[in-house]
C-alpha cells in the first residue's frame, strides 16, 4: 500500500520566518495530496490541497509544491505567526483505486515563537 | 462542524467489553470512513465505506468492526476492547463525485482500561 513519510516531526521557528514540511509518498499511482492542519483537541482541518496534475498552488501565506519525478510534496508557511502553530499533516490518495482514502504521514509538530 | 457528529466524544471502558463509536452526518456525502489518530502515528485508515452495501477494510481493520446502517451513519465497533485500542477515534466523509472535500467529525478519545 500506499507508504507517506513526513519530515521533520517537530519544527520551531520564529514568528515572521518561514516554515517548509516535506512528504515523500511510494505509489506512483497516488494523484491527490492534502494538507490538514489540527490543533489541540481539535479536528484535522484541510489547508490546502494539490492534484496531480499541479505542480504548485498558493493561497495566502501557504503554498505546496508537487514533484511527481521525485514523488514528493512540501508545504511552505510565509510569514508564520503564533497562531500557525499545530500539528500538520501531509496525505497522498489514488483516488477511486483506493474509495478515495487518504494515507497520511506521521505528523509535524510546529512551533512558532514570537 | 455539527456535520459529521460522532458519539460518545469521550469513552473509558474495560479490557473484553465490547464498545459501539457513532457517526453521523448531515452533508448527504456517500463515502463514509473511520480513522485512529495515535501520537506520533498519524491517522491510520480502519475502514470506509461507499454505500451501505459497500465496505472495505483499511490498513488496520483487526479488532474492528463497522456497520453502515444508512448512508448517514457509520458506526464502529470493537467486539472485545484490548488496551492497544486506546486512541482518539474519527469518522470522515467525503462525497460521491470524484472531489475529496473530506469533512472530520470532531472525535471519540476512547481509553480502554
Known amino acids: 500500500g500506499e507508504n507517506v513519510e513526513q519530515h521533520p516531526s517537530t519544527l520551531s521557528v520564529q514568528e515572521g520566518d518561514s516554515a517548509v514540511i516535506k512528504c515523500t509518498y511510494s505509489?506512483?499511482?497516488?494523484?491527490?495530496f492534502p494538507w490538514y492542519k489540527q490543533e489541540l483537541g481539535k479536528r484535522p482541518q484541510l489547508i490546502i490541497d494539490?492534484?496531480?496534475?499541479?505542480g504548485e498552488k498558493k493561497d495566502q501565506r501557504i503554498a505546496v509544491t508537487l514533484n511527481k519525478t521525485a514523488k514528493h510534496f512540501s508545504l511552505h508557511i510565509t510569514e508564520t505567526q503564533p497562531e500557525d502553530s499545530a500539528v500538520y499533516f501531509c496525505a497522498a490518495s489514488r483516488g477511486s483505486n483506493s474509495g478515495y482514502a487518504l494515507n497520511f504521514g506521521k505528523g509535524t509538530s510546529l512551533l512558532v515563537t514570537p | 462542524d455539527a456535520d459529521v457528529t460522532q458519539t460518545p466524544r469521550n469513552r473509558i471502558t474495560k479490557t473484553g467489553k465490547r464498545i459501539m463509536l457513532e457517526c453521523s452526518q448531515t452533508?448527504?456525502?456517500?463515502?463514509m470512513y473511520w480513522y485512529r489518530q495515535d501520537p506520533g502515528l498519524g491517522l491510520r485508515l480502519i475502514y470506509y465505506s461507499f454505500d451501505v452495501k459497500d465496505i472495505n477494510k483499511g490498513e488496520i481493520s483487526d479488532g474492528y468492526s463497522v456497520s453502515r446502517q444508512a448512508q448517514a451513519k457509520f458506526s464502529l465497533s470493537l467486539e472485545s476492547a484490548i488496551p492497544n485500542q486506546t486512541a482518539l477515534y474519527f469518522c470522515a466523509t467525503s462525497p460521491g463525485q470524484a472531489t475529496y472535500g473530506y469533512t472530520f467529525g470532531s472525535g471519540t478519545r476512547l481509553t480502554v482500561v
Open positions: 494539490i492534484r496531480s496534475n499541479v
Open positions: 505509489d506512483s499511482a497516488s494523484n491527490y
Open positions: 452533508k448527504g456525502h456517500d463515502r
